[in-house]
């Protein structure tokens, strides 16, 4: 089981990029859904999260210039950034807070993708 996180790059200020993870392997019923980043010499933080039932929640420095979003049938959670800015730059993570092992009924917990990196230039 494995996220796999997907088209970060280099992007002007005022770009857009459209970052994308699926979730493989044996897995089902993904709780909740969430992109995290961390910048240079920064905690890592959330940056959306979205429920199995599409509620969404966004950090307020995002707000109005970033969508979350799921296709429960893929497994898969995207985040569409627009307006991009240079205090945008990080690595972004991906993250399932829990998931079920359709072959076991076990429970995974907080899984994490491999990140993958946003930069804004000016």
């Known amino acids: 089981v494995q996220l796999q996180a997907s088209g970060g790059g280099l992007v002007q200020t005022g770009g857009s990029l459209r970052l994308s993870c699926a979730a493989s392997g044996s897995i089902s019923n993904i709780n909740v859904m969430g992109w995290y980043r961390q910048a240079p010499g920064k905690q890592r933080e959330l940056v959306a999260d979205?429920?199995?039932?599409?509620?969404?929640n966004y950090v307020d420095s995002v707000k109005g210039r970033f969508t979350i979003s799921r296709d429960n049938a893929k497994n898969t959670v995207y985040l569409q950034m627009t307006s991009l800015a240079s205090e945008d730059t990080a690595v972004y993570y991906c993250n399932a807070d829990r998931a079920t092992d359709y072959r076991t009924h076990s429970y995974y917990y907080n899984l994490w993708g491999q990140g993958t990196l946003v930069t804004v230039s000016s």
């Open positions: 979205i429920s199995s039932g599409g509620s969404t």
